[in-house]
């Protein structure tokens, strides 16, 4: 007949084990990336059986993970930078692309979150060439861009006098290719607002105002004459447009406003 004194031993050596095995069990200093077979041990698992548990990465997807796996492998999103500047236009005098760049700081850890994208690319056009000189007014289609891109134009001279402050042209848009729905990219998102048989407005302002124009503004067409224009950062957007009027200012619908480049 056991003892009441053998009782309370063999109790006392089960809560140690017990308390030693909480300490040193789980996944305490076990923390592996992706897949590790090897990154295991027995204890309860987060399906409350007791079995082979693990405490990689790729636990959380097959649903294996030791029971303290979230609390010892903590999650680590990824951190990156704050965007660079934008560069310049790759080519001058003719539409382009900029690009702008951020690093990353941290990389992620424990099914954190993956890191987003580290370049971003716009359309663009510069109107001095390598050398300093202002580049001449091609004839062509009218290349157009996003109001966004306007905001960045300066307003004054390098003597702080204000800029002509230019006047705003109104379409009515009779073709578009297929390829301006498709971009989704943050800069290139605009696109997918041209739409036909809408009205839009282009801004004509400095730098792409010379001349009192700006190309393929249409100033001199006649109304029913159909004319080209091209998105600036995707060379296969294009499509055809009908002079409406001439204005000081734009008054269509945000969406519905670009600028000349």
Same mark, same amino acid.
């Given at each position: @007949?056991?003892?009441?004194?053998?009782?309370?031993?063999?109790?006392?050596?089960?809560?140690?084990?017990?308390?030693?095995?909480?300490?040193?069990?789980?996944?305490? &200093?076990?923390?592996?990336?992706? =897949?590790? @077979?090897?990154?295991?041990?027995?204890?309860?698992? @987060?399906?409350?059986?007791?079995?082979?548990?693990?405490?990689?990465?790729?636990?959380?997807?097959?649903?294996?993970?030791?029971?303290?796996?979230?609390?010892?492998?903590?999650?680590?999103?990824?951190?990156?930078?704050? $965007?660079?500047?934008?560069? &310049?236009?790759?080519?001058?005098?003719?539409?382009?692309?900029?690009?702008?760049?951020? *690093?990353?700081?941290?990389?992620?850890?424990?099914?954190? +979150?993956?890191?987003?994208?580290?370049?971003?690319?716009?359309?663009?056009? %510069?109107? =001095? /060439? *390598?050398?300093?000189?202002?580049?001449? #007014? !091609?004839? &062509?289609?009218?290349?157009?861009?996003?109001?966004?891109? &306007?905001?960045?134009?300066?307003? #004054? +001279?390098?003597?702080?006098?204000?800029? +002509?402050?230019?006047?705003?042209?109104?379409?009515?848009?009779?073709? =578009?290719?297929? #390829?301006?729905?498709?971009?989704?990219?943050?800069?290139?998102? $605009? @696109?997918?607002?041209?739409? %036909?048989?809408?009205?839009?407005?282009?801004?004509?302002?400095?730098?792409?105002?010379? !001349?009192?124009?700006?190309?393929? +503004?249409?100033? %001199?067409? /006649?109304?029913?004459?159909?004319?080209? $224009?091209?998105?600036?950062? !995707?060379? *296969?957007? =294009?499509?055809?447009?009908?002079?409406?009027?001439?204005?000081?200012?734009?008054?269509?619908?945000?969406? #519905?406003?670009?600028?000349?480049?």
């Amino acid at each position: @007949m056991v003892s009441f004194v053998e009782v309370v031993y063999w109790v006392t050596v089960l809560c140690c084990l017990g308390q030693k095995h909480l300490v040193t069990g789980g996944c305490s &200093g076990k923390c592996c990336r992706g =897949r590790n @077979m090897g990154c295991s041990t027995t204890d309860w698992r @987060m399906d409350r059986a007791f079995a082979k548990c693990y405490c990689d990465e790729d636990c959380v997807k097959t649903k294996d993970c030791c029971f303290d796996y979230f609390t010892e492998c903590p999650a680590q999103d990824c951190a990156v930078s704050a $965007w660079s500047f934008w560069s &310049g236009c790759a080519k001058p005098c003719q539409p382009s692309v900029r690009v702008r760049v951020r *690093h990353v700081e941290q990389q992620p850890g424990n099914s954190g +979150d993956p890191c987003p994208r580290l370049e971003e690319r716009a359309g663009c056009r %510069e109107y =001095r /060439d *390598h050398r300093g000189s202002q580049c001449g #007014h !091609n004839s &062509g289609p009218a290349f157009i861009t996003s109001l966004e891109f &306007g905001k960045g134009r300066p307003k #004054h +001279d390098g003597y702080g006098n204000p800029l +002509d402050p230019g006047f705003c042209m109104e379409f009515k848009m009779e073709s =578009r290719t297929a #390829h301006c729905t498709v971009e989704n990219r943050p800069h290139t998102i $605009w @696109m997918r607002y041209i739409t %036909e048989g809408f009205k839009v407005c282009v801004a004509c302002d400095p730098p792409a105002l010379r !001349n009192s124009s700006c190309q393929g +503004d249409g100033q %001199e067409s /006649d109304k029913e004459a159909v004319l080209q $224009w091209q998105a600036v950062g !995707n060379p *296969h957007c =294009r499509g055809t447009w009908k002079k409406v009027q001439k204005t000081p200012q734009c008054t269509c619908p945000t969406q #519905h406003i670009f600028i000349f480049t």
